[in-house]
Structure formats: C-alpha cells, structure tokens
C-alpha cells in the first residue's frame, strides 16, 4: 500500500502558523489609579512608576493620556498593553475624525468602547492586561467610569484601579460630595495617594494629577507629596503580632 504525506494545510492547528502569543503575566506595571468627579469635571491621579516585577525600575511613566477632545484616560497593569490600547483608540479618533461631521466621540462612547475591547480580548484567551479609568465632559454632563481586563465595568462619582479600590474608595465615599471644589478635589486626590504610598509597595512618591473640565484638559507637572515616617507602628510594624519573627 502506497502510504503518501499528506500537506498540512496553512491554517493547521500543527503548523508554525498556529503559533501564538498570550500575555501570561505582565512584566512592566502601573499601580492604582484614582480619580472623581468636582463641581467643574474630573479629577485624576496616577503615579510614575513601572515595576518590573516588584522592582521599581521606572520612575517616569505617564499613565494618563488625553482621548480627543473630551476624554481622560488612566491606567494600571501592563504599561505595554496600555500602549497598545492608546494604539486602537488613536485609529478610533482618527476614524471618527474622517467623517468631518462636527460631532466628535465623547467620555460615554470612548467607554463604551474600551469594554468591548476589553471583553472581546478576554474572549479570546488573550487579554489586555490592564484596569483603566475613562473620565471626561462634554456639553456640560460630567462622566467617569472604570474597566478592568475581563471587561467589568461601571461608572460612579468616585474610583479606583488595583490598591486604590481597597484602600482610596473608602476615604472617597467618606469625603466626596457633589459640590467639590477643584482645591479640595486635589487634597482629597492627595489624601487618597499618600495613603497608597504608605502601603502600596509598588507606589513611588511621583505623581501627577489631571484635571478635564468642559474647557479641556491639563496635567501637571510630576510633584512629590510631604510624608511623615516616624510613626511608632513603622517603626516595629511586625510587634505584637502573633507567629512574627
């Protein structure tokens, strides 16, 4: 009997074209993200660092990024997979540009979006490695959501990515209300940052605040928050606990 090989075809699941690539882990990340609506628009605040593992290797990492014209985008996670979503919204502002129609995509829309995108990569064994914050204003209505990188999704007068969520959301639903001012807004942002870099061991003390408002948008310059250290339970934080060395 004449035994003949047979050609795998290109699209074979045994051919080097099945190859595929998945981010297992993320290798350079961002921590939290915090960031609220005040009286104006929204607040946002991030800090700069990118750990490679749990080593701070980078100290000047933007993590908030202007989205057209009304829109503010914060993320934590993989600083790679964070770029290649600035990627894909780029050719969504770009193509939404196209149609020169005077209408442009708002904060809901853009978020909109992000969820679907986010969802759809986590349906395909294949997710973007991120949590972001989408904020933005137009045509006077404020608007903040957040996404994380299976695609849960809501929006609230007040959140937060990674440690932010456990420990800035409850100092947010104690302190924020609807008529905050843009200097309160800040010492609050303040308050919910220092309290991450105290016990968020991937947190730098660099960070930047952005502000979008129905006029546009700024962010700071990176600054460093005072800190106090000599408080008696940094001292010996393992004492009186039981089974410490």
Not at 143 to 153: A, E, F, H, K, Q
Not at 209 to 218: H, R, S, Y
């Amino acid at each position: 009997m004449n035994f003949m090989a047979s050609k795998q075809p290109e699209n074979s699941l045994l051919g080097p074209e099945a190859d595929s690539q998945r981010t297992l882990y993320p290798y350079v990340t961002g921590t939290s993200v915090v960031a609220l609506k005040y009286k104006d628009g929204i607040l946002m605040a991030a800090d700069m660092g990118g750990s490679y593992g749990s080593t701070l290797r980078y100290k000047s990492v933007e993590r908030m990024k202007p989205i057209g014209k009304h829109s503010l985008l914060g993320a934590s996670g993989e600083i790679s997979d964070f770029q290649e979503i600035l990627h894909y919204l780029d050719e969504l502002i770009l193509y939404d540009n196209m149609w020169d129609d005077g209408n442009s995509l708002g904060p809901k829309e853009v978020h909109n979006y992000l969820t679907r995108v986010m969802y759809n990569r986590r349906n395909k064994f294949n997710p973007l490695w991120n949590s972001l914050v989408l904020g933005g204003v137009k045509n006077g209505q404020k608007y903040l959501g957040t996404v994380s990188m299976i695609g849960v999704n809501f929006e609230d007068n007040h959140v937060a990515t990674g440690f932010g969520n456990h420990l800035a959301r409850p100092i947010l639903r104690q302190e924020w209300h609807e008529n905050l001012s843009f200097e309160d807004g800040v010492r609050l942002l303040e308050k919910c940052m220092r309290v991450l870099l105290y016990r968020d061991r991937s947190a730098i003390n660099k960070l930047q605040i952005a502000k979008i408002t129905e006029e546009g948008m700024t962010i700071s310059q990176p600054y460093s928050l005072k800190t106090y250290w000599e408080f008696s339970a940094f001292a010996n934080p393992a004492q009186g606990a039981v089974g410490s060395w």
